[in-house]
């Protein structure tokens, strides 16, 4: 419609993809559970930020996708909130184990994204826990043993706890890579493909990424399966 054409003009959304579905420009059109409405009202949250409103719809129809949006748009709430909504999808079913992993370069950015999901999926019983490097092994692998919906790993922890057994992912079926570019920069690219060998085949893979460089393509390629792209304002493609 003209009204979602000049939304999309306006917050300079591009979409590449087939059949792309349209922004939810309030959040009346998400029919989100109203615990999760009354969760944004009180942070104070008027309307979804661009990458939300578009990155949303093509989540929840359960494809691929590839996210460039600068820092501060708002992409872990872009990526989470659908999250929160697969997760549900099991909850009535006899389906066990960690639904949602998401991959992040640093603990202080992995504890960031977990206050998040604690703020945001609280009123949707959502648990989750973070594991890193630089910290005891113990506790982090009893946390996972007590049953998770959603971790949030630092590749290299997250590989180290592959390697020795210690941690499946087996019914893991909805993948994230947040800040892509910056893994890369940092020579995570071997530990996220030893990760990724373990995932399964079936999933649904999501990568937000601030920039788009080649080698972050190269990665989107052989890790995502027919990615819808959004790109939020100028970010070189
Ligand atoms: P990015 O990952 O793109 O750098 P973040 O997800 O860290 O951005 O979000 C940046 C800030 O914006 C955070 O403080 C977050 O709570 C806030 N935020 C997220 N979504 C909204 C929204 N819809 N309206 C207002 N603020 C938001
Ligand atoms: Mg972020």
């Not at 419609?1 to 917050?11: G, Q, V």
Request: proline share 6%.
């Amino acid at each position: 419609s003209s009204e979602t054409d000049a939304y999309m003009k306006k917050h300079e959304i591009t979409v590449r993809g087939d059949n792309v579905p349209h922004p939810f420009m309030n959040y009346g059109s998400t029919r989100f559970p109203s615990t999760i409405l009354s969760e944004f009202e009180s942070a104070g949250f008027s309307s979804p930020s661009p990458i939300q409103a578009q990155s949303w719809p093509i989540a929840l129809q359960g494809r691929d996708i590839v996210a460039v949006a600068k820092t501060g748009s708002g992409k872990t709430l872009g990526y989470l909130v659908p999250g929160f909504a697969h997760i549900h999808k099991y909850r009535d079913g006899d389906s066990f184990g960690t639904k949602v992993l998401v991959i992040a370069p640093t603990r202080e950015l992995a504890t960031q994204i977990q206050t998040e999901a604690k703020k945001f999926g609280k009123s949707s019983s959502i648990s989750s826990t973070c594991v890193y490097g630089g910290a005891d092994k113990g506790p982090q692998l009893r946390a996972i043993q007590k049953g998770v919906d959603i971790i949030i790993a630092t590749p290299g922890r997250l590989n180290d706890f592959l390697k020795s057994g210690k941690l499946s992912l087996a019914q893991v079926s909805y993948v994230v890579l947040d800040e892509a570019d910056r893994m890369l920069d940092m020579g995570f690219e071997p530990q996220i493909r030893a990760i990724f060998s373990e995932l399964p085949a079936e999933r649904q893979t999501l990568m937000f990424t601030a920039t788009w460089p080649k080698e972050v393509r190269k990665m989107a390629g052989d890790m995502l399966h027919t990615p819808v792209q959004v790109n939020i304002g100028n970010t070189d493609d």
